[in-house]
T-cell receptor
Framework: SQTIHQWPATLVQPVGSPLSLECTVEGTSNPNLYWYRQAAGRGLQLLFYSVGIGQISSEVPQNLSASRPQDRQFILSSKKLLLSDSGFYLC?????????FGPGTRLTVT | GENVEQHPSTLSVQEGDSAVIKCTYSDSASNYFPWYKQELGKRPQLIIDIRSNVGEKKDQRIAVTLNKTAKHFSLHITETQPEDSAVYFCAARPQGGSEKLVFGKGTKLTVNP
């Protein structure tokens, strides 16, 4: 069966520090992968998606970037975090029609 | 592009009552409509979905209906229980090879014991 992992689960970072969040999927190959952000009490904002290695589509211009160095690995990065980057970061993958979310990383920028 | 509107934003019901959440979409070519349940502090979980070639789908106490003419779809929860309390999100996927789901803003459902 397919499994999606994210780490770390929680993260507290100062403003201006770098960020790296990792997402990996097991049990499938060539999945579509997605990064979402959810501010406290808000909806799901799509940040990036990838249909294959090295293929990244950006949905929202901001100080975040994404990379897909391997088929089942998706990384979200920032060189300098802003206070507004705080939120719940969710990785997701698509299987046929369905889309499933990972457990998420809760990021607090102080 | 596709736009999904979800109503109501909050819904409070008594245990045992039914709850209905409605979503409208703008792209008539959208062909897939999932519903997610998100409990506090957890990831959204896919609870039911429907494709454009089906008008209704049921799974125990939950059901989804789709009206393609009116471009709206609804989630129905019967015999609500306190554990149904959560935020529910609808979504639509446009046709034409789109890789993205477009989400509604969510409905916070509270089931009072």
């Amino acid at each position: 069966s397919q499994t999606i992992h994210q780490w770390p689960a929680t993260l507290v970072q100062p403003v201006g520090s770098p960020l790296s969040l990792e997402c990996t999927v097991e049990g499938t190959s060539n999945p579509n992968l997605y990064w979402y952000r959810q501010a406290a009490g808000r909806g799901l904002q799509l940040l990036f998606y990838s249909v294959g290695i090295g293929q990244i589509s950006s949905e929202v211009p901001q100080n975040l970037s994404a990379s897909r160095p391997q088929d089942r690995q998706f990384i979200l990065s920032s060189k300098k975090l802003l206070l507004s980057d705080s939120g719940f970061y969710l990785c997701a993958w698509r299987f046929r029609y369905e889309q499933y979310f990972g457990p998420g990383t809760r990021l607090t920028v102080t | 592009g596709e736009n999904v509107e979800q109503h109501p934003s909050t819904l409070s019901v008594q245990e045992g009552d039914s709850a209905v959440i409605k979503c409208t979409y703008s792209d008539s070519a959208s062909n897939y409509f999932p519903w997610y349940k998100q409990e506090l502090g957890k990831r959204p979980q896919l609870i039911i979905d429907i494709r454009s070639n089906v008008g209704e789908k049921k799974d125990q106490r939950i059901a989804v209906t789709l009206n393609k003419t009116a471009k709206h779809f609804s989630l129905h929860i019967t015999e609500t229980q306190p554990e149904d309390s959560a935020v529910y999100f609808c979504a639509a996927r446009p046709q034409g090879g789109s890789e993205k789901l477009v989400f509604g803003k969510g409905t916070k459902l509270t089931v009072n014991p």
